[in-house]
C-alpha cells in the first residue's frame, strides 16, 4: 500500500525545524507536519515568502502551531543566530529537517566565502545540526533527516584540497557533489548516535523530479547551461506536485518503522510513492571522514554526539 501524509502518526507535543519552510518541499513539509500536530519552527531566508506560508498552512489547518526564524544558510553569523532563537525556546527538536538549498547555481561565493552550493546545501546546514545538536540528543526518538538528491550519482566525495572546486568549477558537478555530502552527513551521524548509545535517527531522502521551482531558478540564473530551458519544462510538465515529491523526506522524519540511516526516495526513481531505497554507493569511512574534515575546517564547529551529549 502507498504511504501518504494519512500514514504520518500523531506529532502533537512534538517540535520540527524545517529549513527553507517557505516554499517547495519546505512548505509541503511543513504543512503536513503542522496538519498532524507538530509545532514547526518555520526557518527561511526570506521572510516575506515566509510570512505567506504560514497564511498558506494556517489557512489549511488553521489551528496550526508555527513560528518563523530567519536564516541564511549561506551566513555563520545568520546560521548561529537562528539556532540561538531556536534554542533560546525550545528544550526539544524532535524533527530536523534540512531541506534548503539551491542546484547548478553559477559559481559564486557565500558571505563567509564558500562556494555558493557547498555553503548553502552542506556547510550551513553543519553549522546549523552543530548548534543544535544538544537539544537534538536531548530528545527522545529524535530524527535529522538530511535532502539527498538524484544528482547524487553524479557527484564525488568531498576533495579536502578542493572542496568548492575552484580548480575546476562545474555547476551540475558541484551540486552532485553537494546532494551526495548530505547523504553522507546522514551516514556519518547516525554512526555516532548509535555509538553514543542514543536513540535518536539520521537519515535521508530524495524527492525525485519534482516541481518545487528549483530548475526554474537555476535557468533563471544561468546554471542549467544550454539545456536549462528543457529542463525547465520537463520538470513543469512531467515533475510531481511538491506535496508528492515532499513524501520521501516526510516518511523518513515520521515513519515509526524508518530504520536510522535509511534512505527514501520515489519507488520509480523520479516519481512515484516513497519507499525505502538501497545505498548505492554507500557512504565509505573515508567519504564521511573527508566531510567531516572538511565541514569542522571550513565552518570551525564540530558535529560530535559524544561532545553534544556531554552538554545537553
Known amino acids: 500500500m502507498s504511504w501518504s501524509t494519512n500514514d504520518i502518526p500523531d506529532l502533537r507535543g512534538k517540535t ?124 527522545p526518538g529524535a530524527r535529522v533527516v538530511t535532502l539527498s538528491s538524484t544528482a547524487q550519482h553524479m557527484g564525488r566525495a568531498i576533495n579536502p584540497d578542493d572542496p568548492h572546486l575552484r580548480r575546476n568549477f562545474d555547476a551540475w558537478r558541484m551540486y552532485g557533489n553537494t546532494k551526495l555530502a548530505m ?35 537555476t535557468h533563471a540564473e544561468g546554471g542549467a547551461g544550454p539545456m536549462g530551458a528543457f529542463f525547465e519544462w520537463q520538470t513543469k510538465t512531467m515533475g510531481m506536485s511538491t506535496e508528492r515529491g515532499a513524501l520521501s523526506q516526510l516518511r523518513a522524519a515520521t515513519d515509526p518503522k524508518a530504520p536510522g540511516g535509511g534512505f527514501y526516495g520515489p519507488l520509480f526513481v523520479t516519481n512515484g510513492p516513497p519507499v525505502r531505497k538501497p545505498l548505492v554507493r554507500p557512504g565509505s569511512d573515508a567519504a564521511v571522514k573527508a566531510l567531516w574534515q572538511v565541514a569542522e575546517r571550513e565552518t570551525g564547529l564540530k558535529v560530535d554526539v559524544a561532545a553534544a551529549l556531554a552538554t545537553s
Open 16 to 139: 520540527a525545524v524545517v529549513t527553507g519552510a517557505n516554499g517547495g518541499l519546505g512548505l509541503a513539509s511543513a504543512k503536513a507536519l503542522a496538519g498532524h500536530g507538530a509545532h514547526v519552527v518555520m526557518a527561511a531566508r526570506n521572510q516575506t515568502k515566509a510570512a505567506s506560508a504560514r497564511d498558506e498552512i494556517l489557512a489549511a489547518h488553521p489551528d496550526a502551531s508555527l513560528e518563523i526564524v530567519e536564516l541564511d544558510l549561506g551566513s555563520l553569523a545568520s546560521v548561529k543566530s537562528a539556532a540561538d532563537a531556536i534554542a533560546a525556546k525550545h528544550t526539544r527538536i524532535d524533527i530536523l529537517m534540512c531541506n534548503a538549498g539551491v542546484m547548478a547555481m553559477p559559481q559564486g561565493t557565500t558571505e563567509d566565502g564558500f562556494d555558493t552550493q557547498m555553503g548553502t546545501n552542506v556547510l550551513g546546514h553543519w553549522a546549523l545540526l552543530s548548534h543544535l545538536l544538544p537539544i537534538v540528543v536531548a530528545t
Open 183 to 217: 547523504r553522507h552527513l546522514a551516514v556519518g551521524l547516525q554512526e555516532q548516535f548509535e555509538r553514543a548509545g542514543v536513540d535518536a535517527k539520521a537519515l535521508s531522502a530524495q524527492p525525485g523530479l519534482t516541481n518545487s521551482d528549483l530548475q526554474t531558478t
